[in-house]
């Protein structure tokens, strides 16, 4: 089983930046792809970005287009989550995953992290 360890949230204006990282324990082909997911109160947990370690592959869902970017650091088996422009609606808990298969489905997905709160007042 991957360990996967979130950091980065807080509580942030309107228009504000943060940068979520996620640091796995080992890199296996259960590593291949690091997603990026995220559960507001009262919703339904939601795909916001995926990529490769290599890079090569990376997907972020419409409603953040532009304004995030998924990343990586081979050297630190780390995923970053740069949010820019964040929005109230932003507002969520976002959970690393990491998972065999590149894809956009919480089902996809084996090992997931515990989830750091991101806050965005208005």
């Known amino acids: 089983q991957v360990q996967l360890v979130e950091s980065g949230g807080g509580l942030v204006q309107a228009g504000g930046s943060l940068r979520l990282a996620c640091v796995a324990s080992?890199?296996?082909?259960?590593?291949?792809?690091m997603g990026w997911f995220r559960q507001a109160p009262g919703k339904e947990r939601e795909f916001v970005a995926a990529t490769t370690w290599s890079g090569r592959r990376t997907y972020n869902v419409d409603s953040v287009q532009g304004r995030f970017t998924i990343s990586t650091d081979d050297a630190k088996n780390t995923v970053y989550l740069q949010m820019n422009s964040l929005k109230p609606e932003d507002t969520a808990v976002y959970y690393c995953?990491?998972?065999?298969?590149?894809?956009?489905?919480?089902?996809?997905?084996?090992?997931w992290g515990q989830g750091t709160q991101v806050t965005v007042s208005s």
């Open positions: 080992t890199r296996t082909f259960r590593t291949y792809s």
């Open positions: 995953a990491a998972g065999i298969v590149f894809g956009k489905s919480d089902g996809e997905y084996d090992s």
